[in-house]
Structure formats: structure tokens, C-alpha cells
């Protein structure tokens, strides 16, 4: 009776507050509805160093803020990315990769120094005229390695409760 009163008391709040009953999957899935569902939940996964939301797809390869060069070879993968480098003068390049603690930026053997810049915080790194093969590759942090391991530790166990579990219901019937 409880659930019944509450249900019916309370039937005014379980409307949607908004409804489109012509919008099929195909119009929502497609065209600028399916851009603003891919931005929708951007603000939930970005750093703190990436003040505003992109509005549009990142660029296509690295851009050179200041000096003078040219970037060939780019790759990006969700954990790394990699472009080969010719620079004429001392440069500050903009990676197109939003900044997270746990990127390393590598040329050769050396770990290079990389800041987040701009609004949408991307990764920035400076370099001195040369040759270059650049390499990024995302690394766990100290925390995310906890996380991690926490994570792993609590699947094992699940799964060992859940053989254990049957492994005694199965004894219990053999007697």
C-alpha cells in the first residue's frame, strides 16, 4: 500500500522534462545532433589545466606558435602519439593532445620539458633547431597505479568469492 501511495503521489515528478516523440535514433544519430550528443559530457573528463571545452575537432597534426619548422609523420593514439620534426629556429610547438598528469614528451633520450597552454590546456613543448622525432606516450601516475591495483585486487577477490560460493553449494549437495 506504501508503494502504491508513494507512486501515486509522487506521479507528477516522473515526467521527462523534455520529450521528442518524432526523434528517431537516425536523426539523433547523425548531423549536428550527433555532435552536440559527443560534446555533451566533454566538462566531465577535462583537467583543470583546460579552462574551456573545445568547440571543434582538434587540428590534424602539431602547430608551430612561434618560430619556424616542419612538422611530417603525425600519428595519436589515445595513450601516445608520435611526428617527426624540422626546425630552422627556436620553437614553441602545440601538440594537439589535451594535457593530463602522466604524459611524457620524448626526443631521442632525453624527456622533454611540457607545459599545458591555451584555453583547452594542450600539450607545449619548446625546441631548438634540428632534426627532431618526437614521441608522447601517456604513463599511470602514482595514484592511477593504486587505482589500478585496488581495481585488480577487487576483481581476483570477486571472482574467488564467486568459484568459492559455487565450489560450497556443490559440496552441500554431494552430502
Known sequence: VLVFLAILLNFGYFKPQYFFPTLTDEKKLSGVDFEIQQKSAILDYLPKTAVTPPKASAPSEPEIVQGEGVVSNFTKRSNRFSFDLEIFQESEIRIPVIYFPGWKVISGNNVLSSQPKGPHGLITINLPPGKHIIQGRFENTPIRSIANTISL??????????????????????K
Not at 153 to 173: H, M, Q, T, Y
Open 153 to 174: 585486487v577487487s576483481l581476483i577477490l570477486f571472482f574467488a568469492g564467486f568459484v568459492l560460493g559455487e565450489n560450497k553449494k556443490k559440496l552441500v549437495w554431494v
